[in-house]
């Protein structure tokens, strides 16, 4: 997977054991020119894209199906359902399916991007004080990002 450091995953792991403060790991993404952080948990799997066959009278934020790894997923662009102004990115060596978790429904989500992994102590992640998809928003590395409710996407 382009762009991600197993050493630095490892090196957040390290940390998590040495302070024994609890953290959740988030992964940020880059969706429809916007940036994100995704709870590495809410994800099953990332890969990169295949074949997506088009959906006839799918609603438009469906992109379509694709099979990964034998498994047929529906891959969907998270910028429509999430009222993004930039239109899906095309195509590109970093574009990714990320493969979200769930015990019935296999859904992807179309990212343009996966920069980077955050370990990031409980106590500094908000309590439902976004909305709807948002979780809330964080502030790492002076920059200001939105934590995406995944489980919203399945309704």
Same mark, same amino acid.
């Given at each position: 997977?382009?762009?991600? $450091?197993?050493?630095?995953?490892?090196?957040?792991?390290?940390? +998590?054991?040495?302070? &024994?403060?609890?953290?959740?790991?988030?992964?940020?993404?880059?969706?429809?020119?916007?940036?994100? #952080?995704?709870?590495?948990?809410?994800?099953?799997?990332?890969?990169?894209?295949?074949?997506?066959?088009?959906?006839?009278?799918?609603?438009?934020?469906?992109?379509?199906?694709? $099979?990964? &790894?034998?498994?047929?997923?529906?891959?969907?662009?998270?910028?429509?359902? #999430?009222?993004?102004?930039?239109?899906?990115?095309?195509?590109?060596?970093?574009?990714?399916?990320?493969?979200?978790?769930?015990?019935?429904?296999?859904?992807?989500?179309?990212?343009?991007?996966?920069?980077?992994?955050?370990?990031?102590?409980?106590?500094?992640?908000?309590?439902?004080?976004?909305?709807?998809?948002?979780?809330?928003?964080?502030? +790492?590395?002076?920059?200001?990002?939105?934590?995406?409710?995944?489980?919203?996407?399945?309704?």
């Amino acid at each position: 997977m382009a762009g991600l $450091n197993i050493q630095a995953i490892q090196d957040a792991k390290d940390a +998590i054991n040495v302070d &024994k403060v609890p953290h959740a790991e988030y992964m940020r993404v880059v969706m429809n020119g916007a940036v994100f #952080l995704v709870a590495v948990d809410a994800v099953s799997s990332v890969a990169r894209p295949s074949v997506v066959t088009p959906v006839p009278m799918a609603p438009d934020h469906l992109i379509g199906v694709a $099979n990964v &790894k034998g498994q047929i997923f529906c891959i969907i662009d998270a910028g429509k359902v #999430l009222n993004l102004a930039a239109p899906l990115q095309e195509k590109t060596s970093q574009t990714r399916f990320l493969l979200l978790r769930h015990d019935s429904v296999h859904l992807g989500l179309w990212v343009e991007s996966i920069a980077e992994l955050y370990s990031v102590p409980l106590s500094d992640i908000p309590v439902d004080s976004g909305g709807k998809f948002m979780m809330g928003y964080i502030k +790492i590395k002076q920059e200001e990002l939105s934590i995406l409710r995944v489980n919203a996407l399945f309704d």
